[in-house]
């Protein structure tokens, strides 16, 4: 099996001023571990992409949270992959479950805003999450699958690669409920046999596959021992500079 190198990527939501986000970004600039050890990834709000941009230590990245999949129009509110591009972002979320339930984000957007990402060479960080009945009523493997399948269409097996997959059970989201480090392994797993059937092994076995849910400090490194999980996407733990370190730090020990 290829090394996967691990990912911590913090998802601000809207969340921090441009004081608290300078703060942030200076507390943790020098310390997080080397980009060839750890990808460290601060998913910011649009308008503070650019500020921290500016200021982002060498071993530090940043991402937006949401783009429309077109190059530009009369879209008020929105912004474009280009924007996001010129801004000087590496990434960008895309299906982000806050953005599927508040804002009718479907697989088939998921889908258009995957294949604008790779167009303006942003690295996908593609979120796909059951819902509590979902997981319930036995269909989680199928609601993942049916998620996949729509955001790789029209997708190629060396984009395949580069994209970042967070599951992220819905219901585990800012709740204080995480899944089990065994769960989440289990459900990851399936997420890769589904990559494998679309792409084969080779796609599967060095496409990074992250959770994400009630991630905290002291959760991570049980987490992060499970085979198939290669990072967390962080949301309310990772506003602290403090805690993005010990996230960082313990993806920097994983085996
Ligand atoms: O994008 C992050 C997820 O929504 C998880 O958020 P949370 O860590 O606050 O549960």
Same mark, same amino acid.
């Given at each position: 099996?290829?090394?996967?190198?691990?990912?911590? *990527?913090?998802?601000?939501?809207?969340?921090?001023?441009?004081?608290?986000?300078?703060?942030? #970004?200076?507390? =943790?600039?020098?310390?997080?571990?080397? &980009?060839?050890?750890?990808?460290?990834? @601060?998913? *910011?709000?649009?308008?503070?992409?650019?500020?921290?941009?500016? &200021? +982002?230590?060498? %071993?530090?990245? #940043?991402?937006?949270? %949401?783009?429309?999949?077109? /190059? !530009?129009?009369?879209?008020?509110?929105?912004?474009?992959?280009?924007?996001?591009?010129?801004?000087?972002? !590496?990434? $960008?979320? @895309?299906?982000?479950?806050?953005? &599927?339930?508040?804002?009718?984000?479907?697989?088939?957007?998921? %889908?258009?805003?995957?294949?604008?990402?790779?167009?303006?060479?942003?690295?996908?960080?593609?979120?796909?999450?059951?819902?509590?009945?979902?997981?319930?009523?036995? *269909?989680?493997?199928?609601?993942?699958?049916?998620?996949? !399948?729509?955001?790789?269409?029209?997708?190629?097996? !060396?984009?395949?690669?580069?994209? @970042?997959?967070?599951?992220?059970? =819905?219901?585990? $989201?800012?709740?204080?409920?995480?899944?089990?480090?065994?769960?989440?392994? +289990?459900? #990851?797993?399936?997420?890769?046999?589904?990559?494998?059937?679309?792409?084969?092994?080779?796609?599967? /076995?060095?496409?990074? $596959?992250?959770?994400?849910?009630?991630?905290?400090? /002291?959760? #991570?490194?049980?987490?992060?021992?499970?085979?198939? @999980? /290669?990072?967390?996407?962080?949301?309310?733990?990772?506003?602290?500079? %403090?805690?993005?370190?010990?996230?960082? +730090?313990? *993806?920097?020990?994983?085996?």
């Amino acid at each position: 099996m290829s090394k996967r190198i691990p990912v911590i *990527a913090a998802n601000w939501k809207m969340y921090k001023t441009k004081d608290e986000a300078l703060a942030f #970004i200076f507390a =943790v600039n020098e310390k997080v571990p080397a &980009r060839t050890e750890v990808e460290s990834i @601060i998913c *910011a709000p649009s308008i503070l992409l650019n500020l921290l941009v500016k &200021r +982002e230590g060498e %071993n530090l990245r #940043i991402g937006a949270q %949401n783009m429309h999949y077109l /190059d !530009e129009g009369a879209y008020t509110g929105e912004n474009s992959p280009l924007q996001v591009k010129s801004a000087g972002a !590496e990434y $960008i979320l @895309i299906g982000h479950s806050e953005r &599927r339930s508040y804002y009718n984000e479907t697989d088939e957007t998921v %889908n258009l805003k995957m294949v604008a990402a790779f167009k303006h060479e942003l690295t996908p960080i593609l979120c796909v999450g059951e819902v509590l009945s979902e997981r319930e009523s036995g *269909a989680t493997k199928a609601v993942l699958d049916q998620q996949l !399948e729509k955001a790789f269409l029209n997708i190629s097996a !060396e984009q395949a690669l580069n994209t @970042i997959i967070a599951y992220e059970p =819905v219901w585990a $989201i800012g709740t204080g409920k995480t899944a089990t480090p065994q769960m989440a392994n +289990e459900t #990851i797993k399936d997420v890769r046999a589904k990559v494998a059937a679309l792409y084969g092994n080779e796609v599967a /076995d060095g496409i990074r $596959i992250l959770y994400g849910g009630s991630v905290k400090p /002291d959760n #991570i490194k049980v987490l992060l021992e499970e085979s198939d @999980i /290669d990072g967390a996407l962080i949301g309310g733990a990772a506003l602290d500079p %403090n805690n993005f370190l010990v996230f960082t +730090e313990a *993806a920097s020990n994983k085996k």
